[in-house]
C-alpha cells in the first residue's frame, strides 16, 4: 500500500504568521483532500486539491486564507495564513487513488498549534 | 445536506469482548458508501471498514464488522474479541457515491473507545 507522508508532523507559530504544510505520496493519486480537525472535534474537510487548476473549496473556507498547490499527481500543499489562535488544530491530507472510487485514506497529520 | 450522528460520546470494554458502536445518518441521496475510521493516539486516521449503501450483505474485516440498516439509517459497528490496541476515537463517515456528487467525507463527532485490560 502507498505511503503518505506529511511535513511538519507538528509545529507551533506565533500569531499572524503563516505555515506551509506539505503531503507527499509514493505513488500517483488522482484526488488528494485538505481537512481540519479542531481540538476535541471531528474533521472537515477544507478543499479538494486539483492538479493543474485551482482547489475547490468547502463553505466556510476561502483560498486568501488557506491557499493550497497541487503541482503534480503525487504532492500537495497547504498554507495557513495570517494565522490566529482559532487555527490551532490537526491538519489532514488525504488521497483517493483512482477516479470515482470512494475511499480515502490519510496522511499522519500536522499538529498546529497557534500562540 | 449529509448529517452523521454518533450519541455515543464515550464507551468502555473489557478486554477480549465484544462491542457495538452506533452511527445514524441522514441523506436522501440512494447512491452512498459509509465508513468506518480509528484515530488511535498517534492521530494517524485509519480505514477499518467500508459499505457500499446498495450492498444488502454486511460488510466484515476480521474482528470487524457492521450492522447495516438502509431504511433505518443506521450503520453499527462491531468490534469481536476486542484488543488493547483497538483503543481509538472511531469515526463514522458518510460519502455520496462519486459518481453523482463530489468525493467529500461528512464525519461524525465521534465515539472514544477504552478497551480495559
Known amino acids: 500500500s502507498a505511503v503518505i507522508s506529511q511535513k511538519p508532523s507538528r509545529d507551533i507559530c506565533q500569531r499572524g504568521t503563516s505555515l506551509t504544510i506539505q503531503c507527499q505520496v509514493d505513488?500517483?493519486?488522482?484526488?488528494m483532500f485538505w481537512y481540519r480537525q479542531q481540538p476535541g472535534q471531528s474533521l472537515t474537510l477544507i478543499a479538494t486539491?486539483?492538479?493543474?487548476?485551482?482547489?475547490?473549496?468547502e463553505s466556510g473556507f476561502v483560498i486568501d486564507k488557506f491557499p493550497i498547490s497541487r503541482p503534480n499527481l503525487t504532492f500537495s500543499t497547504l498554507t495557513v495564513s495570517n494565522m490566529s489562535p482559532e487555527d490551532s488544530s490537526i491538519y489532514l491530507c488525504?488521497?483517493?487513488?483512482?477516479?470515482?472510487?470512494?475511499?480515502?485514506?490519510f496522511g499522519p497529520g500536522t499538529r498546529l498549534t497557534v500562540l | 445536506a449529509q448529517t452523521v450522528t454518533q450519541s455515543q460520546p464515550e464507551m468502555s470494554v473489557q478486554e477480549a469482548e465484544t462491542v457495538t458502536l452506533s452511527c445514524t445518518y441522514d441523506?436522501?441521496?440512494?447512491?452512498?458508501?459509509l465508513f468506518w475510521y480509528k484515530q488511535p493516539p498517534s492521530r494517524q486516521m485509519i480505514l477499518v471498514i467500508r459499505q457500499e449503501a446498495y450492498k444488502q450483505q454486511n460488510a466484515t474485516e476480521n474482528r470487524f464488522s457492521v450492522n447495516f440498516q438502509k431504511a433505518a439509517k443506521s450503520f453499527s459497528l462491531k468490534i469481536s474479541d476486542s484488543q488493547l490496541g483497538d483503543t481509538a476515537m472511531y469515526f463514522c463517515a458518510f460519502m455520496i457515491d462519486p459518481n453523482f456528487g463530489n468525493e467529500k467525507l461528512t464525519f461524525g463527532t465521534g465515539t472514544r473507545l477504552t478497551i480495559i485490560p
Open positions: 505513488s500517483q493519486v488522482t484526488m
Open positions: 441523506t436522501s441521496e440512494n447512491n452512498y458508501y
Open positions: 486539491a486539483n492538479q493543474g487548476s485551482e482547489a475547490t473549496y
Open positions: 488525504s488521497v483517493e487513488f483512482q477516479v470515482g472510487t470512494d475511499t480515502q485514506y
